[in-house]
Every structure is written in structure tokens, then in C-alpha cells.
């Protein structure tokens, strides 16, 4: 079975903090991403990475930045919190087409 | 612009009730069309991929199929269990991230 898992299931951080989720998958995937998701708008792609090093931004990757530095982990940074980036953070993997998702993270920034 | 729309946003059926799910969408060039079953505060567990209209998969009570403009979720003689966010997602020729629609809320009850 594929498994990817997430740092933390709920996390609570002040405005203005630098913030870090990290992601790690077992299956030797080479994609990785990072969604933010949100009642009534729904998964929305915040960057993802075909390699290790290699990133692309999504639709939403303004207020965030990552890091690859090895092909099972994927960290997603916040550089500084802010009250607008409360939300469940989810990471999947996928060597082709089919990806697999962590169990979320659950940010509130107060 | 790659759009996905599902339909309805809430469904609320009786155990045993059949009905169906729609997904209708709108993309360059379709390289996959993905079912997600996603329980609340988890993250999206993946159901079936899709490749080319007339494709059909099953498991368990769930079965789905896909047209050309849409996928339909047929639940057949749904369990409570069954309740849950059901997420459909596309995947643009060329592309490896995927984009989803808000999904559909089932709630069975006993």
C-alpha cells in the first residue's frame, strides 16, 4: 500500500511565524504536491515537484515556498503566517497519473 | 481552462437507495478522470482512474463510468458507511497535477 505521511494532524501557529509542513511518501514517487483546501472552493494546487530540487508553482503559490532536497520528502514553508492561510493542508504523491494523498494537516494561525 | 463541475452538492439517501453522482467537465486533452472518497478532517482516499470514454470500474457498491463531458458514481444499495465527501478530479494531457471539482456530500441513513 501506498503511504504518504503528513508531520502533524493539527497544528496552531501566531501570526507572522515561519511555519513548516513536511511530507513524506514510501513508494518512490517522483511527483509531489501540496494542496490547501477549503470549504466551497476545494482542492486547490499550491506548488508541486517532478524531482528532487525541481519545483513548479500551482495556482495559489503566492505567502508560501518548498523544498525538495531528497525524492521522498516534500516540505511546504510559510514564511510568515498570516490569518488568510488557516486551512487543511493535504500532500500527494503519483509516479504517473494516479495520486496519493496524506492525511492532512489542519493549520489555524491566530 | 480546465473546469469541473459536480453535481449535486449534497445527496441524502435512504440505506439501500440507489442514485448516482455526476461530474461533468471541461479539459484540454483528458489524460485521467479520478474518483476520491474523502471523510471528514482526512485526507481524499483515491477511488478509480478512468482513462477513455466507455471505461467503466467497480468495487463494492460503487461503480464508475466515463463519457466524454462527464463521469457518473452509480452508489447501488448504499450503507451508512458509504457517507462521505465523494471528489471527482482531471488530469490534462501533458499535465501531472490535477484539477478538482468541490464534491459531493452523501450522507446514508439507516
Known amino acids: 500500500d501506498v503511504k504518504v505521511t503528513q508531520s502533524s494532524r493539527y497544528l496552531v501557529k501566531r501570526t507572522g511565524e515561519k511555519v513548516f509542513l513536511e511530507c513524506v511518501q514510501d513508494?518512490?514517487?517522483?511527483?509531489m504536491f501540496w494542496y490547501r483546501q477549503d470549504p466551497g472552493l476545494g482542492l486547490r494546487l499550491i506548488y508541486f515537484?517532478?524531482?528532487?530540487?525541481?519545483?513548479e508553482k500551482g495556482d495559489i503559490p503566492e505567502g508560501y515556498s518548498v523544498s525538495r532536497e531528497k525524492k521522498e520528502r516534500f516540505s511546504l514553508i510559510l514564511e510568515s503566517a498570516s490569518t488568510n492561510q488557516t486551512s487543511m493542508y493535504l500532500c500527494?504523491?503519483?509516479?504517473?497519473?494516479?495520486?496519493?494523498f496524506g492525511p492532512g494537516t489542519r493549520l489555524t494561525v491566530l | 481552462e480546465d473546469q469541473v463541475t459536480q453535481s449535486p452538492e449534497a445527496l441524502r439517501l435512504q440505506e439501500g437507495e440507489s442514485s448516482s453522482l455526476n461530474c461533468s467537465y471541461t479539459?484540454?486533452?483528458?489524460?485521467?478522470l479520478f474518483w476520491y472518497r474523502q471523510d471528514p478532517g482526512k485526507g481524499p482516499e483515491f477511488l478509480f482512474t478512468?482513462?477513455?470514454a466507455g471505461e467503466e470500474k467497480e468495487k463494492e457498491r460503487l461503480k464508475a463510468t466515463l463519457t466524454k463531458k462527464e463521469s457518473f458514481l452509480h452508489i447501488t444499495a448504499p450503507k451508512p458507511e458509504d457517507s462521505a465527501t465523494y471528489l471527482c478530479?482531471?488530469?490534462?494531457?501533458?499535465?501531472?497535477?490535477?484539477?478538482f471539482g468541490t464534491g459531493t456530500r452523501l450522507t446514508v441513513i439507516p
Open positions: 500527494a504523491s503519483s509516479s504517473y497519473t494516479t495520486q496519493y
Open positions: 513508494m518512490d514517487h517522483e511527483n
Open positions: 515537484s517532478y524531482d528532487v530540487k525541481m519545483k
Open positions: 479539459v484540454s486533452g483528458l489524460r485521467g
Open positions: 478512468l482513462y477513455s
Open positions: 478530479a482531471v488530469q490534462a494531457s501533458g499535465a501531472n497535477n490535477l484539477f
